[in-house]
């Protein structure tokens, strides 16, 4: 996922294609002839995102739509393959200077937050200096959860809640995929938007969504899920740099998709739903 780079939006340099001085992200593609021949200069002076604090590879479609898409953010889609599908196409092989850079370089910066293979978890400030690779460039992720995890024996279950303007579940129904080949799923698909009662308390909404799962082989497994979805609204072209329009809004959740870890679809007991007011 990368951040939108206009000026007026408030993407900082958590986002992955917007950096602080010196661009410790990208500053290993700067000069790069293969790389620039193919996609066009790399710098560390291009400033964008929220209010022009930070810098950018390049002018690129992430602020104008008529724009290609850089170098930089070209680079991330192979760190997103590989977090997604322990795999990386065939052009990426132009950033893998040496047997093994690309790979070291997306495992030891998460820039994207997926967390499929991440190992540090240090807050991101600036470069830290090691000799592991090419410009010594080892930046550490920004803590938070990963976005995705590996399930080995997934299953599927979609449940559909109906319910009426109180909130009160009408009708459910649920739907069981059975085991899949082994893949990398949404974390709140396994673990939930909220890994306690007590955590969704503390975001002060007012209904949740609470499933059990219970097992044949071991203790039944308690998730919670927020009630409703945020859904991102695009900006209008040419918009108003003074414009406060909301980049999303809430929708009601009319279903929720979970992934299991289960080796045998008789495992599964009974799986319950309901909605939970605070």
């Known amino acids: 996922e990368l951040g939108d780079e206009y000026d007026y939006r408030p993407s900082t340099n958590v986002e992955p294609n917007c950096d602080i ?8 593609l700067i000069g790069v002839e293969s790389v620039e021949s193919k996609y066009g200069p790399v710098s560390c002076s291009q400033k964008a995102c929220s209010g022009g604090n ?6 690129s479609l992430m602020e104008f739509l008529f ?6 953010n070209t680079r991330f889609t192979c760190c997103a393959f590989l977090a ?14 040496s047997k093994g850079y690309l790979y070291q370089y997306c495992a030891n910066n998460d820039f994207q937050k997926f967390g499929a293979y991440s190992t540090t978890a240090a807050p991101y400030d600036t470069a830290a200096e090691t000799d592991s690779f090419r410009n010594s460039l080892l930046v550490p992720m920004p803590m938070t959860l990963p976005k995705l995890v590996q399930i080995e024996n997934p299953l599927l279950v979609t449940i559909s809640l109906e319910t009426n303007l109180q909130r009160e579940v009408k009708e ?7 085991n899949r080949a082994p893949g990398l799923f949404r974390w709140n698909m396994a673990h939930g938007d909220f890994a306690s009662k007590d955590e969704a308390v503390s975001k002060g909404l007012p209904y949740v969504v609470k499933v059990i799962v219970k097992f044949q082989s071991r203790p039944k497994q308690v998730l919670w899920f927020a009630d409703d979805v945020p859904v991102h609204i695009p900006p209008p072209p040419f918009e108003d740099k003074g414009d406060s329009s909301p980049e999303s809004i809430n929708e009601k959740s009319s279903s929720i998709e979970i992934a299991l870890e289960v080796l045998d679809f008789s495992d599964i007991k009974s799986i319950q739903a309901r909605v939970v007011s605070f």
């Open 67 to 72: 724009m290609s898409f850089g170098a930089v």
């Open 172 to 178: 459910k129904s649920v739907i069981m995929q059975p």
């Open 84 to 97: 997604m599908t322990n795999e990386m196409p065939p052009y990426c092989d132009l950033f893998d200077f």
């Open 54 to 59: 930070y810098f950018v590879g390049s002018t």
């Open 21 to 28: 001085a010196g661009c410790p992200k990208w500053k290993d």
